[in-house]
């Protein structure tokens, strides 16, 4: 090695030096970024734990199909499968529920291959008095014509389905539905107006409250709240395959 | 200046992100709902999703605020934006009336539509506040600048 040569080694081995500076630089920064990367991911499945164990929505705990104080029952006791539907009279998706699934669990009701109750309930008090009039008349009906009849009412309140933004069904109206469903009008119409289903209105509601149900339409196959399908016509689908 | 300006970005959108993620928390059973109302995501996700966002709102909205991994935040930052856009914009394409659940609550709204022109809006903005943070090399008093230094370029966060 000449001496002329000398400075460019230094130079050389410099560079070299704060090449070696950087890349061990560069190493402490990726290996803090990591762990921070890694601390985040930490934080966030705790979260998910936490969120997890904070969510409710399949903690619903309801007396099977027949069992209920507050429904509608359809099927026959022994049947293998139980279904039980939390609704509103004036649940939009409800309506979108009831009309992808009716015929089918009337079917497999009939079939014996289900028991289905039905439990409306004052969801929307806070968009109108609909849900909870419509839910009285109900229970008049229910109450005084029976089941068949109230079924009936059932479902003739979904085909005459209010918007929620309204207008809204008179009690008139809802009488009327009642007697096109075969009921009494004297008979309801006294009920009714004596307000008799107002109060079998209120304590459903708290027992779907108790029971946990936070939305409507909550379905509960066998049990557990079934919640398998993008839409109301998935759901529906998917209910009635498991039936079948 | 323009680093400043970051900051302020940062700041923005990190505190809207810990809001929003801070209000959901503590009921996931409605951000689970809320997430179903909007009809998109096959059954088995919705759930997980619910639970997971409020989670990852305030993971995004901490780092965004304290600075941390800069760039990489404020492009989940962004990617979650562009998502609620398309979400909101999908549920108005199909005339589905829901609240956006952004800040808790969800499911039906009679109103919604006359709403969604706004919440895109605003999603747009804190989208774009999110890329031009993410754009930024660095931005003011971040943690990034006091654990990483300024020996060496930025590279990618």
């Known amino acids: 090695m000449s001496k002329k040569n000398r400075p460019?080694?230094?130079?050389?081995?410099?560079?070299?030096?704060?090449?070696?500076?950087?890349?061990?630089?560069?190493?402490?920064?990726?290996?803090?970024?990591g762990g921070v990367v890694v601390a985040l991911?930490?934080?966030?499945?705790?979260?998910?734990?936490?969120?997890?164990?904070?969510?409710?929505?399949?903690?619903?705990?309801?007396?099977?199909?027949?069992?209920?104080?507050?429904?509608?029952?359809?099927?026959?006791?022994?049947?293998?499968?139980?279904?039980?539907?939390?609704?509103?009279?004036?649940?939009?998706?409800?309506?979108?529920?009831?009309?992808?699934?009716?015929?089918?669990?009337?079917?497999?009701?009939?079939?014996?291959?289900?028991?289905?109750?039905?439990?409306?309930f004052n969801l929307l008090s806070s968009i109108s008095d609909?849900?909870?009039?419509?839910?009285?008349?109900?229970?008049?009906?229910?109450?005084?014509?029976?089941?068949?009849?109230?079924?009936?009412?059932?479902?003739?309140?979904?085909?005459?389905?209010?918007?929620?933004?309204?207008?809204?069904?008179?009690?008139?109206?809802?009488?009327d539905l009642a007697v096109r469903a075969g009921a009494d009008e004297a008979v309801v119409r006294t009920g009714v107006e004596a307000g008799d289903g107002l109060d079998w209105v209120a304590r459903a509601t708290t027992a779907a409250q108790d029971a946990g149900v936070r939305g409507t339409p909550t379905v509960l196959l066998d049990g557990k709240v079934f919640q398998d399908g993008r839409t109301m016509d998935d759901l529906a689908a998917n209910l009635v395959d498991r039936l079948e | 200046m323009k680093e400043w300006v970051g900051l302020l970005a940062r700041l923005a959108t990190g505190a809207v992100w810990i809001v929003a993620g801070a209000v959901k928390l503590p009921d996931p059973a409605q951000s689970v709902d809320a997430v179903r109302a909007y009809q998109l995501l096959p059954s088995s996700l919705v759930q997980p999703v619910g639970q997971l966002l409020p989670v990852i709102e305030i993971v995004v909205g901490a780092t965004l605020v304290l600075g941390l991994l800069t760039r990489g935040s404020a492009?989940?930052?962004?990617?979650?934006?562009?998502?609620?856009?398309?979400?909101?914009?999908?549920?108005?394409?199909?005339?589905?009336?829901?609240?956006?659940?952004?800040?808790?609550?969800?499911?039906?709204?009679?109103?919604?539509?006359?709403?969604?022109?706004?919440?895109?809006?605003?999603?747009?903005?804190?989208?774009?506040?999110?890329l031009f943070v993410a754009w930024l090399p660095s931005t003011r008093l971040s943690l990034d600048r006091m654990m990483f230094g300024r020996a060496l370029e930025p590279e990618g966060l």
């Open chain 1, 8 to 33: 460019v080694g230094r130079t050389e081995r410099a560079a070299a030096a704060v090449h070696e500076m950087q890349r061990q630089e560069r190493r402490r920064r990726n290996l803090m970024v």
């Open chain 1, 41 to 120: 991911l930490v934080i966030v499945l705790g979260g998910y734990a936490l969120s997890r164990s904070l969510d409710t929505s399949d903690d619903v705990k309801a007396p099977a199909a027949g069992g209920g104080d507050y429904g509608l029952t359809i099927g026959p006791s022994d049947a293998p499968h139980d279904v039980v539907v939390y609704e509103d009279f004036l649940c939009p998706y409800c309506g979108e529920l009831e009309k992808a699934s009716r015929s089918d669990l009337a079917k497999l009701a009939s079939e014996g291959k289900v028991r289905v109750e039905y439990r409306p």
């Open chain 1, 130 to 175: 609909y849900s909870e009039r419509s839910a009285a008349v109900f229970a008049v009906v229910l109450d005084k014509s029976g089941p068949e009849v109230a079924k009936k009412l059932h479902d003739l309140l979904y085909e005459n389905q209010p918007s929620e933004s309204g207008p809204f069904p008179s009690d008139d109206d809802l009488i």
């Open chain 2, 75 to 130: 492009i989940v930052s962004a990617l979650l934006f562009a998502a609620f856009i398309i979400g909101i914009a999908s549920v108005w394409a199909r005339g589905i009336s829901i609240d956006c659940g952004c800040f808790g609550g969800g499911g039906y709204d009679a109103d919604a539509t006359s709403k969604y022109p706004w919440e895109i809006a605003r999603d747009a903005a804190l989208l774009a506040a999110s």
